[in-house]
């Protein structure tokens, strides 16, 4: 029966568009799409994106990730928040990411040894913020799944969606309930799970700390935390009052020439200060361990300095600066080109002479050197905080190897060192062998006097019963340094 109205046979008459002069569509509509025709692309965030590519690179070409991070903000003009939002997810999940793994591990219906590497990379950094930061459930998976569509197609979409909502149905402390050690049955284990580091690691802590309780939680809790970024400013050019008032940070506590600034400020390579080499970004902790070179009493000639291990370059800088001042001259040894390059570079302008040699047979003449700075190659265990993904890149059969090293050029140092003269030897680790261990054999072999070291730290608290120094993150809020001195 016809409608009233209409006409047999007639479609109803719809009002054409007025642009492309077809009919136009009924409200609410969505027009056809054609079979060939690709679904269009989510837009991406920048900030995921650059967090995501930095992940890739520590893992396909074992970058470091304070090094690929901030040149990817830079090429790609990221700032603001979204440059520090990319900074927390990158850095934090490369520090979390044994605590991802585990968790992502219980959510998967494989081995993580059988997920495509890109693919677990997009699931770590969608798992960290889901339990460690303040990012809605909701926009974590959608954000992480959008990543994964666009780098691998829709092939494993739902698969990534299904693993993200297993991850996101516990907070934090529900999946540590499960998953870590009991901290009865051990402590150490119980501690380095929830602070997401390797067992391993914990236990180098714990015997440095010598204590498996409150402190131990409290370092490794600490090293789990986004560090301050320091600066130091370069004596005789800029003090460190002068240098907090042109970057709006503070004096820092210990070091005369230290500057704090917020752990969001951007990158510190471009402030005005740093790239005209008033300052350089470098720890306080490293700044003391020179510092304390310099302030141990010495009998006789105090101008001819030395840094056996320079690269890259920070300490000589500061030294230099010193010695610059005092009427001395420093020589900088450093085996790779590329790092003595950058020696070359942080030194330009000061009294400082670059040998590309092996500092264990430098060629430098024996007892020609008043102080002698060691900064031996090491496990880099006290600065993981700043090195998100060395937690999980260094392994334990790494010591044996580096203390033979740290010995041989320990060795060195106190042959190129003249009788009365000083050695710092510093490392940015608290492991035992490669700090008493290594200092007390060479000590012993050589009969090198080992000097009270805390007398070279002044108004540094909590320093120990001495003779070394070994400075902590949540003691002192620097990396855990570790310096001795020692008189020929």
């Not at 044994?98 to 040894?113: F, K, N, Q, S, T």
Request: hydrophobic letters at 40%.
């Amino acid at each position: 029966m016809t409608q009233p109205g209409k006409q047999p046979g007639r479609r109803p008459h719809r009002p054409a568009d007025r642009r492309s002069g077809r009919p136009a569509r009924p409200r609410g509509a969505h027009p056809p799409r054609r079979p060939d025709t690709p679904a269009r692309p989510p837009v991406e965030d920048p900030a995921r994106r650059a967090a995501l590519d930095t992940l890739r690179a520590v893992r396909a070409d074992d970058a470091y990730a304070n090094l690929v991070l901030p040149r990817l903000l830079r090429e790609r003009r990221i700032t603001g928040r979204d440059a520090g939002l990319a900074t927390e997810l990158a850095y934090g999940a490369c520090r979390a990411r044994g605590l991802l793994d585990e968790v992502i591990a219980a959510c998967c219906d494989r081995p993580l040894a059988k997920v495509e590497p890109a693919l677990l990379d997009a699931l770590r950094l969608g798992a960290y913020q889901l339990l460690r930061t303040r990012v809605p459930a909701h926009a974590a998976v959608t954000s992480t799944v959008d990543l994964v569509r666009a780098d691998l197609g829709s092939r494993v979409t739902g698969f990534a969606n299904a693993v993200l909502r297993k991850v996101a149905e516990r907070d934090e402390q529900a999946w540590l309930a499960e998953l870590a050690p009991s901290a009865e049955e051990d402590p150490v284990g119980h501690l380095a799970a929830r602070h997401a580091h390797p067992r391993w690691i914990a236990r180098a802590f714990a015997d440095s700390l010598g204590t498996t309780g409150a402190e131990l939680a409290d370092a490794l809790s600490a090293d789990d935390a986004r560090p301050l970024v320091h600066l130091v400013a370069r004596p005789g050019e800029v003090s460190a009052d002068e240098l907090a008032a042109m970057t709006g940070g503070e004096p820092g506590p210990y070091s005369p020439y230290a500057v704090h600034l917020d752990a969001g400020a951007g990158d510190p390579g471009a402030l005005d200060p740093v790239r005209e080499k008033l300052a350089a970004v470098q720890d306080e902790g490293s700044q003391l361990c020179a510092l304390a070179l310099t302030r141990v009493p010495v009998e006789g000639s105090d101008t001819a300095w030395l840094d056996l291990c320079a690269g890259p370059g920070g300490k000589a800088a500061l030294l230099g600066a010193l010695a610059a001042i005092g009427g001395g001259t420093l020589d900088a040894v450093e085996q790779a080109p590329h790092r003595a390059r950058l020696v070359e570079q942080s030194t330009e302008g000061l009294p400082v002479s670059v040998h590309v040699v092996d500092g264990r047979e430098s060629g430098l003449t024996p007892g020609s050197f008043d102080r002698v700075l060691v900064d031996a190659p090491c496990t880099g265990l006290g600065a993981l905080r700043r090195r998100p993904e060395a937690r999980w890149r260094r392994q334990p059969s790494d010591v044996a190897d580096l203390t033979k090293l740290q010995r041989e050029l320990l060795t060195a140092a106190l042959e190129l060192v003249r009788p009365g003269g000083v050695v710092a030897y510093v490392t940015c680790s608290p492991h035992l062998a490669e700090t008493e261990g290594v200092v007390s054999a060479v000590a012993r072999k050589s009969g090198a006097t080992v000097l009270d070291a805390r007398e070279a730290f002044p108004g540094v608290p909590q320093l120990g019963e001495g003779p070394y120094v070994q400075l902590w993150p949540h003691r002192h809020g620097t990396d855990a340094m570790f310096c001795a001195l020692l008189r020929r």
